[in-house]
């Protein structure tokens, strides 16, 4: 009797005796397919030093591909490693190399981004003068200055009704003020969603413009799907509007 499967279907783990053709142990083959790996990705992370299918898949979930691991390795980083510094938004390019330097994972280069370094904001002389010039309500328009935008940069996320906390946030995320009238969520569960994901500060607005969601983004990053594919679909979407 032949056996149809759905065209969804999860693809086969390649038999024990052509894992064994490729140099691994039966026990090996079977702990690499329990991760959920086949084996040529397998393959490729064994000849990126990661030989463990149980690490493999921590630096999977930390967001390391075979192709990026091995500046984690010569840094002498942990999966832990990782996934801590890109919760706060580091590559893990930069994460290797604050690694090396003995630095710990701290929050500081996305607080400075995101707030301006702790500077008081005092409104801005000139922004309610700009805004209402450029048909901001008043109501609306108190709030941008008061929390120190510049009547400039505060004009279009005023206009498309994004709250000035919002658009702070959403704006180190480097989301457009279009982009972010269209998101279904607030900048903090935005942030936080993507970072809990691990997703490097820096890739969140790509993917997300792109239509990605975190989880979605983190599976693409392990196939080794780059960031910038994400950038092209991203412009595509804001093209065909």
């Known amino acids: 009797m032949i056996v149809a499967f759905p065209d969804d279907a999860e693809p086969r ?17 079977r702990g690499w397919i329990k991760e959920g790996f086949r084996l040529p990705q397998a393959r490729r992370w064994r000849e990126s030093g990661v030989y463990a299918a149980d ?16 500046v984690c390795l010569r840094a002498g980083m942990t999966p832990r490693d990782a996934v801590r510094w890109r919760e ?11 690694h090396l330097a003995g630095e710990s994972p701290r929050p500081r280069r996305w607080l400075r981004r995101l707030f301006g370094g702790g500077r008081s904001r005092a409104a801005e002389p000139g922004a309610m003068r700009e805004l209402l010039r450029a048909g901001v309500a008043a109501s609306t328009a108190r709030g941008f200055a008061d929390a120190g935008w510049a009547g400039r940069d505060a004009v279009e ?44 500060f820096d890739e969140v607005a790509a993917w997300r413009g792109a239509g990605f969601q975190p989880g979605e983004a983190v599976a693409l990053r392990a196939d080794g799907t780059g960031v ?4 092209i679909l991203r412009a595509l979407s804001d093209g065909a509007e």
């Not at 064994?20 to 083959?29: I, K, L």
């Not at 457009?176 to 009238?181: C, D, I, K, L």
Request: aromatic letters at 10%.
């Open 228 to 231: 910038e594919q994400a950038k």
């Open 157 to 200: 996320w005023a206009r498309r009704g994004v709250a000035p906390t919002d658009a702070r946030i959403f704006r180190a995320l480097g989301f457009s003020a279009a982009e972010a009238e269209k998101l279904d969520e607030d900048a903090i569960s935005v942030m936080v969603g993507w970072w809990r994901a691990g997703v490097p």
């Open 55 to 70: 690490q493999a898949r921590q630096w999977r979930t930390a967001g390391a591909t075979p192709y990026t691991v091995d």
């Open 88 to 98: 706060l938004g580091h590559s893990l390019e930069e994460a290797a190399d604050r």
């Open 13 to 29: 783990p390649e038999p024990l005796h052509t894992w064994q053709e490729h140099g691994f142990t039966v026990a090996e083959a």
